[in-house]
């Protein structure tokens, strides 16, 4: 018996699913690495925090923070809280019926001459929450603050100290405690004409600092357009680097190491 021929009007319309598929897949996406996410260790919750807010943090000028807790044996961390123009940091209010280990957060995009000039509210907080307090500096380098009792138990005040701990060096280069994937880029990542983003709105910013150029400075609109083209094949070329137009390893480390 031979099969009729199927027409369009047999053929599934798939389309209106698509919409929802992508709004649940999106869904799972936003809350992966959050609550409903467990890491082994409070370091691993916080770096993996830090590197979700870095771009969007550095580009804007924009504080973000957050806590990391334990539930169940594991860990994890609260959505960041956006916190524009702000010099001091707020995570939100501890979480009831779980071990609350610490806080986390970032500073804006100022790229100061060393990652060590560090905000004094940073130790304070740390001191007086008498929490681990996790940051990541406009360079990448993440740092984590260990509050240490100076004063016997049971006296007042209970005194304590900021005890600073390197977890990871940042895009510059440098020893880390921790050995794997964490990194704010991909050792393959590549930034090239056309692209669109946060990260390339950080190597915009970067190359407005760069020394005094023959090119206008760039407006930091995430677009890797003409301009920016432009003014990444100048910096390759007075500094050595293959002159392709493309921010990739080499380039990317520069650009950092003087910013």
């Known amino acids: 018996m031979r099969r009729a021929a199927m027409t369009q009007r047999d053929v599934p ?10 709004r649940v897949l999106e869904a799972f996406l936003q809350n992966l690495s959050r609550a409903g996410f467990p890491f082994q260790s409070a370091d691993i ?3 993996t925090a830090l590197d979700e ?8 000028n924009w504080e973000f923070a957050g806590r990391i807790f334990k539930r169940s044996g594991k860990y994890f961390y609260t959505s960041p809280r956006t916190l524009k123009s702000s010099r001091e940091s707020d995570p939100g209010l501890k979480l009831p019926n779980v ?6 957060h970032s500073h804006a995009g100022q790229f100061l001459p060393t990652d060590e000039l560090v905000s004094p509210k940073d130790k304070l907080k740390a001191e007086l929450g008498k929490d681990v307090s ?27 100290l900021g005890h600073e701990e390197v977890l990871r060096q940042g895009l510059g280069g440098g020893a880390s405690k921790f050995g794997f994937h964490q990194q704010l880029f991909s050792p393959r990542e590549l930034q090239k004409y056309g692209d669109r983003g946060d990260t390339i709105k950080v190597v915009q910013m970067l190359l407005n600092k760069r020394p005094p150029s023959a090119l206008a400075l760039l407006v930091p609109d995430g677009i890797f357009g003409a301009k920016t083209l432009a003014r990444v094949t100048e910096f390759q070329t007075l500094h050595q680097l293959a002159r392709d137009g493309i921010v990739g390893p080499l380039t990317r480390r520069s ?3 003087m910013g």
């Open 13 to 22: 319309v798939l389309e209106p699913i698509v919409p929802h598929v992508k």
């Open 45 to 47: 919750a916080a770096i």
């Open 53 to 60: 807010i870095y771009y969007k943090s550095v580009a804007n």
């Open 99 to 104: 071990e609350n280990i610490g806080t986390y």
């Open 134 to 160: 996790y940051v990541i500096t406009p360079r990448g380098k993440i740092m984590k603050y260990i509050p240490i009792s100076l004063s016997p138990p049971g006296t007042k005040p209970p005194g304590s």
């Open 255 to 257: 650009l950092f190491k």
